[in-house]
């Protein structure tokens, strides 16, 4: 079968006037280059972006589906008795289970089986997801130097332009594990030396450098990139021990920490109703940053790995559309009729996907490897400060 690339601006195809593949390839980078010109660049990262160590939804929901059948008759009733309106939201579906503990927990008359059999359910959909992200992220080496060639291409940008801001709906570490592993900095709302907690105010910092000792004089760091983590992390847990913290959440730095425990409240999906109003902030500030970007004029977000599966993130996403006439949508998708964007004709939507030379090209290998821009203006000195610190190893 041919592969077919497919490059459309709206209902527009921008592909027609080209027969050979190449060429094909080549305008789409040129059309996104163009793209990171703009003021502010935004990432949407989904599921997609970790393909083949951390299942993307569909897989993850049918775990979670064989893992309850495996419960007590009682507690996989439960799970089979609710009715989602997307089927692998997740959200939603932990979000009916912890009002349901909640009114159980809040009856004059206890109810005690029911509440055990909710909680039971809760414990073993958390314990399967949190299982199936936290992976050691070492052995799957391929996925992380995708990551890592990610952010060498997208970090360095001029000063005179606002630092990349990455959304992820993912909470695997591989983000992290790529930006330590290349010195780059980033932000991602947890402040701290020993023990780092949430502060939704350091989304609003940045990095600077002194460019003169005899006088405050300091310009931003340029390689740095901004992280939302707006479905939470699995190095995210409840965390009242700093009692000058409103957000009682921390983040757990160590590896070896990392544990799934069914009184820690690790914070893996955004389900406002788990606690109180400490637990539903994260989510809440996440979700307004993310709103708020999108409302900046002359901006741009490229959706990678995302399958529309979250009606809060979608809704936010039809909004900038609606409000910010400045504003541009890249998808690397091939939508189907059920996501609304694929039935809007509007120029200021693009949509990428096809297949060249048996590659995916709406992928995130490929869409690094060929159509992120380096932006990188020092690529050769780092190069040779690269080589110096290998060769000094190598010499030990």
């Not at 579906?93 to 004059?108: D, V």
């Not at 020993?194 to 502060?199: D, G, H, Q, V």
């Not at 847990?237 to 820690?264: A, G, R, T």
């Not at 992928?363 to 203006?377: A, R, S």
């Amino acid at each position: 079968m041919t592969d077919i690339i497919n490059f459309r601006q709206g209902s527009t195809d921008l592909l027609s006037e080209y027969d050979e593949d190449e060429k094909k390839i080549d305008f789409i980078k040129s059309r996104i280059t163009e793209l990171f010109n703009m003021k502010n660049i935004y990432f949407l990262f989904g599921s997609g972006t970790s393909n083949g160590a951390i299942p993307v939804m569909k897989d993850l929901f049918a775990k979670v589906k064989a893992n309850v059948a495996k419960l007590a008759k009682e507690q996989s009733a439960l799970f089979d008795n609710i009715k989602l309106k997307e089927e692998t939201d997740f959200e939603e579906l932990l979000g009916i289970l912890y009002s349901q503990k909640i009114f159980l927990e809040n009856l004059t008359t206890p109810r005690d089986v029911e509440l055990n059999n909710c909680k039971k359910l809760i414990a073993e959909i958390e314990k399967t997801i949190f299982n199936e992200i936290n992976v050691d992220i070492e052995t799957y080496s391929k996925i992380l130097e995708v990551y890592k060639k990610f952010y060498q291409k997208v970090s360095l940008r001029n000063r005179d332009l606002s630092r990349i801001n990455i959304f992820t709906t993912n909470n695997d570490l591989f983000s992290e594990t790529a930006l330590d592993s290349i010195n780059i900095n980033y932000i991602n709302g947890f402040i701290g030396g020993l023990n780092k907690f949430f502060n939704p105010a350091f989304f609003n910092y940045s990095f600077s450098k002194r460019m003169d000792t005899s006088i405050d004089k300091y310009e931003p760091v340029e390689n740095m990139v901004y992280l939302y983590k707006i479905h939470g992390s699995i190095n995210w847990i409840e965390d009242k021990s700093n009692k000058n913290s409103f957000f009682d959440i921390s983040e757990v730095v160590s590896k070896n920490e990392i544990l799934y425990k069914e009184d820690n409240n690790v914070l893996i999906y955004p389900t406002p109703t788990k606690q109180d109003k400490s637990l539903g902030s994260p989510y809440t500030e996440l979700f307004r940053e993310f709103q708020k970007k999108l409302l900046e004029p002359h901006s741009v977000l490229f959706i990678i790995g995302y399958g529309f599966n979250d009606s809060h993130v979608n809704n936010i996403i039809h909004q900038a559309l609606a409000t910010n006439s400045s504003i541009n949508i890249v998808i690397f998708k091939e939508l189907n009729d059920k996501i609304k964007l694929s039935k809007i004709d509007d120029s200021r939507v693009f949509k990428i996907w096809g297949k060249y030379k048996g590659k995916k090209i709406n992928y995130f290998d490929f869409i690094t490897d060929n159509f992120i821009p380096d932006v990188n203006q020092y690529k050769s000195s780092n190069d040779i400060l690269s080589r110096f610190i290998e060769n000094i190893k190598a010499s030990k």
